[in-house]
């Protein structure tokens, strides 16, 4: 709903009260382009909380890490009042923010994730990367929230509508179309450069490699793998067989030193 505010400015909301919210950095990604980078009016009726303004602008809350009010912290359970200050701030995955309230029970230091079906071809890649990463095509959203939920998975997405299911705790919304450059966002946003460990999991079922002898996978290898190859791993859950070729060496370079060499 749109109704207008006493200054002669559009306030989004309907109501008697009226409060000020301001998002910042990539929060502003959600928002039409005439709201980016300034305050915004919100009217409304009683208490209602937090999080209901904040997704009505169309910001998930899955991308909020911090919520300051005239001054100070608040959690999700905070019910507006009128003419409060609201700042909105995204995740600080990489920064401890443990002095103030936190809106989620812990961050995910464990990072796994589980990818919508627009999102197969970043599945592979971070996997590529040595990330556990949950994907399938026929996931619905349903079953990504779920997932999410009981397995404490972050969610990737291009579908930001994903991101308001109410269960959904963390989550991202990639913001690029091509592939190289959505692992370099995953990656500088999660900050998990240091933790690609290429030649680690398989790309087809997410499963761990384990080492073997090139003599147990000697007679699945071609000719020319056979006779330039030496170390070998293999899928415990598919059987599939894997050896560190030129694209180990490529995936190194296209993401650990790239982004490791551009902060």
Request: hydrophobic share 40%; glycine share 6%.
């Amino acid at each position: 709903m749109i109704a207008s505010a006493g200054s002669g400015e559009e306030s989004i909301g309907r109501g008697s009260h009226r409060a000020e919210f301001r998002f910042y950095e990539e929060l502003n990604d959600f928002l039409p382009a005439y709201q980016r980078k300034r305050s915004l009016r919100y009217a409304f009726e009683n208490s209602p909380g937090i999080k209901d303004p904040i997704e009505a602008f169309g910001v998930p809350h899955t991308e909020v890490e911090l919520i300051v009010v005239s001054g100070h912290s608040v959690g999700f359970d905070y019910r507006l009042r009128p003419d409060d200050r609201v700042a909105v701030y995204p995740m600080f995955e990489s920064f401890d923010v443990t002095p103030l309230v936190r809106l989620r029970d812990r961050p995910l230091r464990r990072t796994a994730f589980v990818v919508d079906v627009n999102l197969g071809k970043l599945a592979r890649r971070l996997r590529m990367l040595g990330f556990d990463v949950l994907y399938d095509a026929g996931f619905h959203d349903d079953e990504v929230a779920a997932i999410s939920a009981e397995q404490h998975r972050i969610v990737l997405t291009r579908d930001r509508r994903l991101l308001f299911i109410k269960c959904i705790t963390h989550g991202y919304w990639v913001r690029s179309v091509q592939v190289d450059e959505q692992v370099r966002e995953v990656l500088t946003r999660f900050d998990l450069v240091r933790r690609i460990r290429v030649f680690a999991r398989c790309i087809v079922c997410n499963g761990e490699l384990i080492s073997v002898a090139k003599q147990d996978v000697d007679a699945e290898l071609e000719p020319r793998t056979r006779r330039y190859f030496e170390r070998f791993r293999r899928c415990p859950n598919c059987r599939k067989v894997y050896w560190e070729g030129s694209h180990v060496d490529d995936m190194r370079k296209r993401y650990l030193d790239g982004i490791a060499g551009n902060p």
